[in-house]
C-alpha cells in the first residue's frame, strides 16, 4: 500500500555542483537547472507539497561543512521522511574505491579533496525521519549501492536507527559514467525524472510509489540507450509515493436500472482481495521509446466482451486469444490481465476483451516458456536464457535479474511472501541433441527478487518444475525425481520415490504434494512421502490447481482434462489438442492453455501442435466448492 509522506515533518536536501575550479573537472551547468526544477517539483502540491522552507538547496558547495551542517540540522527536523539529492562529478578513492562527490574545490584523481559519500551516510544514520530517500546523480554512483546495502549500514539503518526504510538510486552504476548532454537543460537521470514527476504515469493510479517512479525512469532512459539507474530498498521503503499528475479518477458506476438488475452473488464464493467485479474499464495507450513496446489502441470494454453468455450458461465456452508460438501464460494478480511469453515477444491482454494492451520485442534468451506474477503484483519475471523483470502492465523489461552464462534458466515459483524465486534449469553445454540434458551443475537457485542476488543453490539435482510449500518452509524441486528443498536449511532434504521424468510440481493448500511427468500424475501424502493416489496414467505437461483447492486441470499430449482432487475422477475434456501451459484466472472461472511447438517439451513427443493460447470459460456446475 502507498504512503503519501507529510510535507510538514519532511525536508529535502537538493544539493548541486556546477562549477569545479580545477580545468580538469568540466563544468555542469545542467546541474545548477536540475537543482531549480526539483526544488520547484517537490513544493509543487501536485507532486509532494513541500514548503519552501522545507526544502533547502545547497549550490556549489567549497567544503565538506556546507554540506554536511545543513544535513545534520534536517536529519533532526524530519520526522516523516528525508530525501537527499546530490548531482555532481563523482570520484573515486584510489586506496578503497569509495564514492566521493565533488565539491567546488575538488581535483580529478584527488579524491580527498571531495566529499566521501560515507560521510553523508554516517550523519543519515543519526536521523529522526522513520524514511529516507537518497538520489544521487553522479559518475560511479553505484558505488554508494554497496554501502548502503552492506551488512553493517543495513543493520544500523534498520535495526540501530529505526528507520522504517531507506530507498537509494544512483544514475549510474558503480563502474559506469552519468551522461550530462551539452546544450539539453538536464541531465540525463535528472531530466527523467522531472519529466515523470511533472507528467505522472497514465493508468498507475493516484500515487506513484518508488518503486514504479524507478521503473519508468529505468525503462525509458535504457530506451534511449542511456546510462541505466541502480537501486536498494530497505524495509518498505519502496511504498513511500508521489501524487500521480497523470491519474484521472474513474466516474461514478451508474445504479442498476430494471434493464440492468444488480449482479447476482459470486456462485463461487467472495472474490480474492483485489479482483474487480467490474468488467467496465478504460484501455490506457502508453508510449515509450526506442521500439521495445508496441502501441495498442484506447477504447471501452463493454461491447466485446470474452463471455457474453452469463454465468448461467452451462457448457463449456472456448475462445481462441492468439496464434503462434506461446511457450507461457499467467493471469495478474487482479485478473484484469492475461500475459503470454513466446518467440515473438511478451503481450499483455484485457482479459474481459481479449484485446492486446501491450507487447515487447524485446529478445528474449533461449525459448521463453516460463512466467510468474510477482505476489506485489507490480512486476513478472519470465524465462527461457536468463530471467528478466517485466512491468506488470506494459510488459517492459525493467531489469535483468539473473544471467548465468551457457545456462538455461527455465522454472520459476515465487515465494507466498515474494522475498524469494526458486528458480531451475539447465547448463547448456550439458545438452545433447535429442534435448536431453546430460549435465545440470547449478541448476537450482534460490534469488532474492528485488536484487537478484543468489541466496542458496545446488547441482545435486536436474530441476524442471519448482513449487513452493503453502508456508514457504520447503520448494518441490522436479525432475529426474522429486526433492524437497529445506528453506531455512539451505539443503536438499527429502526425496520423493520417483524414478522418472517430471514436467510439473505443486502443493495443495492443505500441504499435499501432486507432481506430473512422463508417467502421468501422483498424489503425494507431503509428511509421509507416500503415494495418496495415481491419476492421469499417460504424460503430462503441466497442472493448475482451482482457487477451490479442489478441481485441478492437467494438460499433455493428449489434451486438457479437469479432475476432481476428492473424488479423484475426472470431471471434463476440454481439448484433444496438445498442451504445455495452464493458468487459472483469480475468479476461478476461465482457464488459459497455451502451446508452442519449440517447446522443449514438445521435442520428445514428436506429436502434432496447434501452437497458441485457447481460454475455456468454465461452467460452476464443474467447480464444486472445497467443502462440497
Known sequence: MSVLPDPQ??????????????PGLTSLPAVAENLTALARTLRDPGVWGLPKTHCTTISNPATAAEVIDPIIEAAQQATDTLLVYYAGHGLIARRDAELHLALTGSRPNAAHTALPYGALRDELLNTRARRQVVILDCCYSGRALGRMASADAATVL????????????????????????????????????????????????????????????????????????????????????????????????????????????????????????????????????????????????????????????????????????????????DGRTLVTIGLSGTQVWDATTGKMLAETTAAQSGSPSFLAFNPDGKTFVTSGGDVFVHEATTAVPVSTLLAVPDHDIVPLAFSPDGTMLACGGA?????????????????????????????????????????????????????????????????????????????????TPDGRLVTAGEYGVRLWDAASLRIKASLLAGPTYAM?????????????????????????????????????????????????????????????????????????????????????
Open 158 to 333: 534498520a535495526d540501530e536507527a529505526a528507520i522504517e526504510g531507506t530507498y537509494l538510486i544512483a544514475a549510474a552504476a558503480e563502474t559506469r559514467t552519468a551522461l550530462s548532454v551539452p546544450g539539453e537543460p538536464h541531465t540525463a537521470f535528472t531530466s527523467e525524472l522531472l519529466t515523470t514527476l511533472d507528467r505522472g504515469i497514465p493508468g498507475a493510479g493516484p500515487h506513484l510509489d518508488l518503486d514504479t517512479l524507478y521503473r519508468h525512469v529505468e525503462t525509458t532512459l535504457r530506451a534511449k540507450q542511456r546510462p541505466r539507474p541502480q537501486r536498494r530498498i530497505r524495509n518498505t521503503a519502496d511504498r513511500l509515493a508521489f501524487h500521480n499528475r497523470a491519474h484521472v479518477p474513474a466516474p461514478p458506476a451508474p445504479a442498476p436500472t430494471a434493464a440492468q438488475p444488480a449482479a447476482s452473488p459470486d456462485p463461487l464464493g467472495p472474490h480474492p482481495a483485489g479482483v474487480a467485479r467490474d468488467t467496465r474499464r478504460v484501455s490506457r495507450r502508453r508510449a515509450f521509446i526506442g521500439g521495445a513496446v508496441a502501441l495498442v489502441t484506447a477504447g471501452t470494454a463493454t461491447s466485446a466482451a470474452l463471455w457474453p453468455w452469463g454465468d448461467d450458461d452451462n457448457a463449456v465456452r472456448t475462445r481462441r486469444l492468439t496464434d503462434g508460438e506461446i511457450g507461457g501464460v499467467a493471469y495478474s494478480l
Open 427 to 507: 547448463d547448456t553445454r550439458g545438452v545433447d541433441d535429442s534435448g536431453d540434458a546430460e549435465d545440470r551443475k547449478n541448476s537450482f537457485r534460490v534469488v532474492d527478487p528485488s536484487t537478484g542476488s543468489v541466496r542458496a543453490s545446488s547441482s545435486d539435482h536436474d530441476v524442471r518444475a519448482v513449487a513452493f510449500s503453502p508456508d514457504g518452509k520447503k520448494i518441490a524441486c522436479a525432475g529426474a525425481g522429486c526433492w524437497l528443498w529445506d528453506v531455512a536449511g539451505r539443503r536438499f532434504g527429502h526425496e520423493i520415490g520417483l524414478n522418472n521424468g517430471s514436467y510439473a510440481v505443486l502443493f
Open 544 to 628: 493448475a490447481l482451482h482457487r477451490n483447492g479442489r478441481t485441478i486441470a492437467f494438460a499433455g499430449p493428449d489434451g486438457v482434462q479437469l479432475w476432481d482432487l476428492t473424488t479423484r475422477r475426472r470431471t471434463a475434456t476440454l481439448t484433444d489438442n496438445t498442451t504445455q501451459t495452464l493458468a487459472w484466472s483469480p475468479d476461478g472461472r476461465t482457464l488459459a492453455g497455451a502451446t508452442s511447438q519449440y517447446s522443449v517439451k514438445n521435442r520428445r513427443w514428436g506429436t502434432p501442435y496447434d501452437s497458441g493460447c485457447l481460454l475455456w470459460r468454465i461452467p460452476v456446475r464443474l467447480l464444486p466448492t472445497s467443502s462440497s
Open 9 to 22: 515533518a519532511s525536508r529535502a536536501l537538493l544539493i548541486g555542483t556546477s562549477r569545479y575550479n580545477d
